[in-house]
């Protein structure tokens, strides 16, 4: 039986991202479709920007179950309140993990 955390392909975006079940572009940030088998995604779930320091920020876009950062302990993030992150911290967003990295 899979999991709902099995691996998604990667994908690499060009400035800020829009993350979600079927998420909207949001400001001009690329859309992300990430599959989320127990539909606990949002449409539009997290937005993802680079800041002009090179700094990760990302923003609950008032998403229903949440946005946590995979730390000990976790870390919730206020909807619609941006926080920054360091490269390769893995964001719990519903049933799915994603991890944020710059390239």
């Known amino acids: 039986m899979k999991s ?5 392909p990667s994908v690499t975006v060009a400035g800020g991202a829009a ?5 909207a572009s949001v400001g001009g940030r690329t859309p ?11 449409r ?3 937005l993802v920007d680079v800041d ?18 995979d730390m000990t302990p976790p870390v919730q ?3 619609g309140v941006p926080c920054v992150i ?3 911290t893995t ?3 519903g049933d799915v993990r994603c991890t944020i990295r710059l390239v």
């Open 52 to 69: 002009e320091n090179g700094r990760i920020l990302v923003t609950d876009a008032d998403s229903a179950n949440g946005v946590e950062l």
């Open 32 to 42: 992300v479709v990430i599959a989320s088998p127990g539909r606990l995604l949002s």
């Open 77 to 79: 993030l206020t909807p």
């Open 4 to 8: 709902p955390f099995d691996a998604q």
């Open 44 to 46: 539009t779930h997290v």
């Open 86 to 88: 360091a490269p390769g």
């Open 19 to 23: 993350i979600g079940r079927n998420p």
């Open 91 to 93: 964001l719990v967003l």
